[in-house]
């Protein structure tokens, strides 16, 4: 199990360790399945979408777009079927927030796509879960049995009328499957590459019909939203950014693991105050958003962890990750650790993907060496500009901010290698 860092505030893992992830009675026993009974019995589709839209909940999987926009769109596509998706499929180096609301509360995410379902007029889901997070399909799976044994999933819900039903796919691990596109070309038996959008999942998703895809965290704010109102949860966080944010703690520090706090927390209270402060050296930087995320330094310690004030900075918050690293830590081996990681799971469907991430590596394992000359820096820099514009999916374009803001903070450490030096005796030049 994940180890939880003493959340300040408790709404997604309200129920994480608490109950018995195997037991619908303990979770009933909380509120459990309230949320879906109230939204059947009292409201109609379009209340439960302006609910979810006045929240100002925005997409935890890394995107941060509003879900009840999400859902409005869906709802008013003229086509049907309609479907849900969750997407489970954490393979982002860093991040495991979605793996404990999993394995410690899955009932919380089937209510979640329910409400979800009857919102926008869809009638199937599924859950695209990480193939290597048995314990989380093991724990979903029971939990949709017991689920359709107390008549929460099926046929007529609760005698409402609504019917819902939910499969789990398991992925094979292929980290591009995570992107929504390629997740959903999965799920229908094809190899997981991303497709050109427009059109988006809201109009022509999954089989070309209208479909919802939400990440666990994201749906795992559904019920509690519904039962204590929008105004309650913007009580937390920011004003652009309501609500708690679940955040992966991990590297030189303290106490690996994850807490859930408000929106806006800062990069120095999450090290400090919850994750135990520095393991032995000095900070020297923070990775925020998995691999694919940018390098934070001294300077960006108080800098308020939210997407509105990230993206003004040119940064962005991801899925919620943050790897910490110390002054032991060489940037250049990093960073080629970065890039191996991006050669080795691009699909190759689009060229700037399949040779650019090649070269990325070529180039920055060559600095590393003290093979490598000055305009190489540039090379670089250039290569992920070229990839941020023409690559097909995320992964194609996400090189640039990892390898920008490393250099904003770093190029003199990479001029050293050049030179035939590692400042840290990690490169063995």
């Known amino acids: 199990m994940v180890k939880e860092l003493k959340s300040p505030v408790r709404i997604v893992l309200e129920n994480c360790g608490k109950i018995n992830p195997e037991s619908i009675e303990e979770y009933i026993a909380q509120g459990g399945y309230k949320a879906v009974n109230r939204v059947l019995q009292e409201m109609k589709p379009e209340e439960v979408i302006n609910e979810i839209k006045a929240s100002g909940l925005q997409g935890r999987g890394g995107a941060a777009f509003p879900t009840g926009l999400k859902w409005e769109f869906t709802s008013r596509a003229k086509d049907t079927p309609r479907y849900i998706i969750c997407n489970a499929d954490e393979g982002e180096p860093g991040t495991f927030k979605d793996r404990p609301i999993l394995e410690g509360d899955p009932h919380k995410i089937i209510e979640g796509m329910i409400i979800a379902g009857y919102a926008v007029g869809a009638h199937y889901g599924y859950i695209y879960i990480r193939g290597e997070y048995i314990l989380s399909i093991n724990r979903f799976q029971k939990a949709l049995e017991q689920a359709e044994e107390h008549r929460f999933l099926g046929e007529d819900i609760l005698e409402s009328g609504f019917n819902f039903q939910i499969e789990i796919h398991q992925g094979a691990g292929s980290y591009v499957c995570g992107e929504e596109t390629a997740l959903m070309d999965s799920i229908e038996g094809k190899r997981g590459n991303p497709r050109f959008k427009p059109p988006f999942p809201p109009s022509s998703g999954l089989w070309k019909k209208p479909t919802v895809i939400n990440n666990v965290e994201t749906l795992a704010n559904i019920a509690p939203i519904i039962l204590k109102g929008a105004d309650w949860f913007r009580g937390f966080g920011t004003k652009e950014c309501p609500g708690t944010k679940v955040y992966a703690v991990s590297g030189h520090v303290k106490e690996v693991g994850v807490v859930e706090a408000p929106m806006g927390i800062t990069l120095r209270k999450i090290i400090n105050e919850y994750a135990g402060g520095m393991r032995q050296g000095k900070f020297k930087m923070a990775q925020v958003g998995g691999t694919a995320g940018a390098i934070l330094g001294e300077d960006m310690l108080d800098v308020s962890l939210d997407y509105a004030s990230l993206k003004r900075k040119g940064l962005v918050l991801g899925s919620g990750a943050i790897l910490v690293m110390d002054e032991t830590t060489c940037c250049v081996d990093m960073l080629k650790c970065f ?29 590393s060496q003290g093979k490598g000359k000055e305009d190489d820096i540039d090379l670089i820099l250039q290569t992920a500009k070229v990839m941020q514009k023409a690559s097909l999916c995320a992964l194609g374009q996400s090189p640039i901010l990892p390898i920008s803001t490393i250099l904003k903070y770093f190029k003199e450490e990479f001029i050293e290698h050049i030179k035939g030096r590692c400042p840290t005796g990690v490169c063995k030049i």
């Open 339 to 367: 890039l191996n990681f991006f050669k080795r799971e691009c699909c190759g469907k689009c060229v700037p993907g399949r040779i650019g991430t090649e070269k990325l590596l070529e180039i920055t394992t060559s600095i």
